[in-house]
């Protein structure tokens, strides 16, 4: 499952935010209307399919239970992670304890990324975007080294 596009939505007083029918047709039909919500590493919130949650969930449970900064990591990436449910309007509640990571702010980006889609207060994605934008030669010079390499490690 891929997630694609970017939508413009609006929060209302209570946290609620309409999902767009064309990006709630993405969501695998046997998740229903759940998925998962979490602070994302970027500065924003990210909602996962159920079964892309559980991956995630393994992936992490590799990780030293014994390693304070892996243990930190895992409790800096559950950070208010909470199930949520779509209601019969395809709204869906961003809680309290995620609400702050969007500011104050009514407008609201949600935006595919591949296998999850990101929650962003508008003015702060705009503010991120343009200092990638503004740097995007050095971002994709990194990120052709990093492919280079994972290519170079496939023909061995």
Known sequence: MVFRGQYDCTMDDKGRIKMPASLRKQFPAEDGNRFMVAKDIEDCLVIYPIKTWEKQEALLSKLNPFNLKHQQFINAITVGLTEVEMDNADRFLVGKSLMKYL???KEIVLKGKFDRVQVWDAGKYEQYTQGNISNIQ???DEAATHLDTLN????K
């Open 103 to 105: 500011g104050n702010g």
């Open 138 to 140: 050095t971002l994709a």
């Open 152 to 155: 170079g490690e496939k023909e």
